[in-house]
């Protein structure tokens, strides 16, 4: 593999004051738009669950209406992985801005659909560019940031996922009660066109030309292997029985696919899923530690705004404010953690903390009743928060500092589809066990009505509630508590494999800005090398050593913040770096 064009680097941390002044500057402007992109990707399902029901009364076609959501997901987890090999073999750059322009053709044509068939249609063209948003965002930053530094700009990623969990059912029911429900696709094209004009115009990264090939069969069984286990985990339970003809056939296709596309790895000259990159005990831990994460902290999203609209009466209007005290301590957490890793370079102290208190948080959440207030729920609930705050983004940047450079994408979209993979499992099993408990307790407190009313519990609304006979409606209250109690009570045992992984995450330094240290000869330092932020004159040029790497000089472009170390890790050169 080899990238056009070189440049010059100052790794002894010298440089001008007007560098220095200059660096920040150009550095917001990328991350703003690589937070924009983030925002589209997060916001969209957010904004378009509010609008739902309104979509479903213009449109029709409510047999359908669960594949609007799963067509996004479906095409967002199965090309996650694709687009993470697609900016390692052809230039990050590139792979980022078609995502964007793809993910908002996606919404333009969303907005226009006449039926719900072209909505799901729409949908999956979006979920695809999707995929690349999430993958992009964080590649850059791993491109952009030495891993010393990039704790605290990942830590600002985590409070966009939660501002957008917060506000994404506001923003969807304000726009779809003022604008109507095709402006919950249109507003994503405004923002766009920002991120893609400003990643444009400030953002340049090594351009890339691979002599190797698109490992399309190992693409084509992962995205067979994905769309399968995760149509298992959505149908699970609850269009189809667990045991039925349709589950079973899935899984054996997934686990099918999947077993192949592992062969294929093996074989593949440039594989979807290097394998090698598993061979870092950090890699796979925190691999497992995302995905325990995903699972745990999309079944806290679905279940607690349930419990506290049903058993505690919370107005599902704001139903985002509803989880205010978690992603807050979320947020803060995970702002907090980035700096410390930046300032200190540990971070193991973080997915063992982080593990203690999610454990501790979803125990405490299943401990929850009839009787519990709001102000001790909004507690457990911060608790929770803490722990996830502390594992978000340190999986991401322990999991980049494990992989070459030249591995970076797809060490970051693994990491992304592993999460959402968890996720997916974590809302089918905690469901699974939270339905068979609510039906469970219906029966045996109210009899035969009871079971009926559990049938349909997650249709019932406060107002259906509210009709209920007394002896029906105190004996649904404490089965969705029972319920809320058996899923948060698994959420903890779950957590328990976090905490047993994060003991086994080996303390490798993240190197920062400063001269670069020696070649580390453990695998699981073969991570990016020390780098400097560096800035340029526009009408300079650099050289690099031919005989190291292989490349012609070419015209050096301003360069605000460059991995240098990374490159020459590598054996290679950097021509357009922020």
Not at 48 to 53: E, R
Not at 416 to 428: C, M, Y
Request: proline share 4%.
């Amino acid at each position: 593999m080899a990238e056009t064009g070189t440049v010059a680097v100052d790794t002894g941390g010298g440089g001008t004051a007007a560098t220095k002044e200059r660096q920040p500057r150009s550095v917001r402007v990328v991350l703003m738009a690589l937070m924009i992109a983030m925002l589209l990707a997060m916001l969209d399902n957010m904004i378009v669950g509010t609008a739902m029901p309104t979509i479903v009364g213009d449109l029709g076609g409510l047999e359908h209406l669960s594949w609007v959501v799963t067509a996004y997901t479906l095409a967002t987890a199965a090309s996650t992985p694709i687009w993470g090999k697609v900016g390692d073999m052809y230039g990050r750059k590139g792979a980022f801005l078609t995502s964007i322009v793809i993910f908002l053709i996606g919404s333009g044509l969303s907005g226009m659909a006449q039926d719900m068939n072209q909505l799901i249609a729409f949908r999956a063209i979006q979920g695809l560019g999707a995929g690349g948003l999430m993958v992009g965002v964080m590649a850059i930053i791993g491109d952009l940031i030495p891993p010393r530094e990039r704790g605290k700009y990942q830590g600002m990623m985590a409070g966009v996922m939660a501002l957008a969990m917060i506000g994404g059912p506001l923003v969807g029911g304000a726009i779809t009660d003022n604008w109507g429900w095709r402006w919950s696709f249109y507003i994503n094209l405004p923002l766009g066109i920002v991120a893609l004009a400003m990643v444009t115009a400030v953002l340049h990264l090594p351009k890339k030309r691979s002599k190797g090939k698109i490992d399309y069969l190992g693409a084509a069984l992962l995205t067979v292997g994905i769309t399968s286990i995760v149509l298992v985990t959505t149908w699970g339970g609850s269009q189809y029985a667990w045991g039925s003809a349709v589950i079973m056939e899935l899984a054996a296709i997934g686990v099918a696919a999947l077993v192949g596309f592992l062969f294929v790895q093996t074989k593949a000259a440039e594989p979807i899923l290097p394998l090698h990159i598993f061979r870092s005990r950090n890699f796979t831990v925190m691999s497992l530690i995302g995905f325990i994460t995903g699972f745990v902290m999309f079944g806290a999203v679905l279940f607690l705004p349930l419990y506290q609209q049903t058993v505690q009466g919370a107005n599902a209007t704001n139903s985002g404010l509803l989880l205010l005290p978690m992603l807050l301590s979320m947020m803060v957490v995970s702002l907090v953690a980035g700096r410390v890793t930046t300032s200190t370079g540990k971070y193991k102290v973080f997915p063992l903390v982080g593990s203690v208190l999610m454990v501790a948080g979803l125990f405490l959440l299943a401990q929850m009743d009839t009787e519990t207030t709001r102000l001790t729920s909004g507690l457990y609930m911060a608790v929770l928060g803490a722990g996830m705050g502390c594992l978000m983004q340190i999986t991401m940047l322990v999991a980049q500092n494990s992989v070459e450079m030249k591995d970076m994408g797809v060490a970051s979209s693994s990491t992304t589809l592993f999460r959402t993979l968890g996720s997916s499992f974590g809302v089918a099993i905690m469901g699974a066990l939270f339905n068979n408990r609510v039906q469970d307790v219906m029966a045996e407190r109210a009899g035969a009505m009871g079971g009926k009313v559990a049938e349909h519990s997650t249709q019932l609304t406060a107002e259906g509630l509210a009709k209920l006979p007394d002896v029906v409606r105190d004996a649904y209250l404490h089965a969705v508590s029972a319920g809320t109690h058996s899923a948060f009570l698994l959420g903890s045992v779950i957590a328990i494999l976090a905490l047993i992984a994060a003991v086994f995450v080996k303390e490798v330094p993240l190197r920062g800005a400063g001269p670069a240290k020696e070649a580390p000869s453990s695998p699981e330092a073969a991570g990016p090398a020390d780098a400097q932020p560096v800035d340029m004159a526009k009408a300079g040029t650099a050289t690099a050593d031919a005989a190291a790497n292989d490349t012609a000089t070419a015209d050096a472009k301003p360069v605000e913040g460059v991995a240098a170390g990374d490159a020459a890790a590598d054996g290679r050169t950097v021509s357009e770096t922020v």
